[in-house]
């Protein structure tokens, strides 16, 4: 589905956190960047030392039938399908570029036909099912302090984003990893939520100290894609975090976003089935 290229995103969190020269990269566009344009695009974005990063290609059926389907496309030609003005595959691109440990580390779960008994409502694995789920709607929560992520677990969201939010805003970062995620905050319904990995992390840098938090970037991706390669042999929990009940993502700095039943849901426990940590670094 195309859709008209208009950049008023850009101001917007989460897009904002995205790097600043792949910002300054689609800013220089009036009018939508082809696939071919992707990988300079991409290449805005520092990555870590000898990270190997897809290229990307317009997308052709053909070549999705010769190759066994879109992660098989992928993994044999290290090459991304992409659809041209297509919004769902610009945030696909975006992604990878920030975190491309965590999008291969993905896409090699979709492609192992070893990865266990498959659902045959969906053909897939339950590592599988866990892998599309973050690649679609993830977001890692990264933190300073244990207690918010124990209150996360819990979901008392009330407590952590309104009772708890100078707390938050000072221990806490949010990445959202999963582009159907970024292309449905554009127009945000209410209710929306996300699929988290919550990481306990010594420190954060400051919003301004980029190189730093670049490092944090890259240390991260190395972490979550080897937590993702262990889901074929360890269960794990996606935990839901109401999207726009974070500070910044809508508007929410007043005590009657929180009162409202459609923002946030009241559930004392989490379905959790145990309590363990994700460290990172």
């Known amino acids: 589905m195309s859709a008209v290229f208009e950049l008023d995103w850009l101001q ?67 090459a991304v399908p992409t659809r041209p003005e297509h919004w769902h595959d610009f945030f696909n691109m975006s992604v990878w570029a920030h975190f491309p440990k965590l999008r291969w580390a993905l896409n090699s779960l979709h492609v192992d036909p070893d990865v266990g008994p498959k659902d045959p409502r969906n053909g897939r694995a339950p590592a599988q099912n866990l892998a599309a789920t973050l690649d679609e709607a993830g977001m890692l929560v990264l933190s300073t302090d244990p207690s918010i992520l124990t209150s996360l677990r819990a979901l008392h969201f009330r407590n952590v984003f309104w009772e708890r939010r100078a707390e938050l805003l000072a221990t806490t970062r949010f990445w959202v990893v999963g582009h159907g995620l970024l292309e449905a905050l554009l127009t945000p319904r209410p209710g929306l939520s996300a699929r988290s990995l919550l ?34 042999s360890r269960r794990e929990v996606l935990d839901p975090v109401p999207v726009l009940a974070i500070p910044g993502f809508s508007d929410n700095d007043s005590t009657e976003f929180y009162d409202d039943m459609r923002n946030i849901r009241y559930v004392p426990v989490s379905r959790r089935p145990r309590s363990d940590e994700g460290a990172c670094g």
């Open 199 to 232: 990481l306990h992390v010594p420190s954060l840098p400051p919003a301004n100290a980029q190189t730093a938090i670049d490092l944090l970037r890259f240390e991260t991706d190395a972490a979550v894609a080897a937590r993702v390669e262990s889901w074929r």
């Open 12 to 78: 917007r969190r989460p897009y904002r956190d995205l790097h600043p020269r792949f910002l300054q990269g689609v800013q220089r566009f009036t009018h939508w960047p082809a696939p071919e344009n992707y990988d300079e695009l991409v290449s805005q974005v520092p990555s870590a030392l000898y990270e190997q990063l897809p290229r990307f290609v317009r997308e052709s059926r053909s070549a999705l039938t010769e190759h066994g389907g879109y992660e098989q496309h992928v993994a044999k030609l290290r």
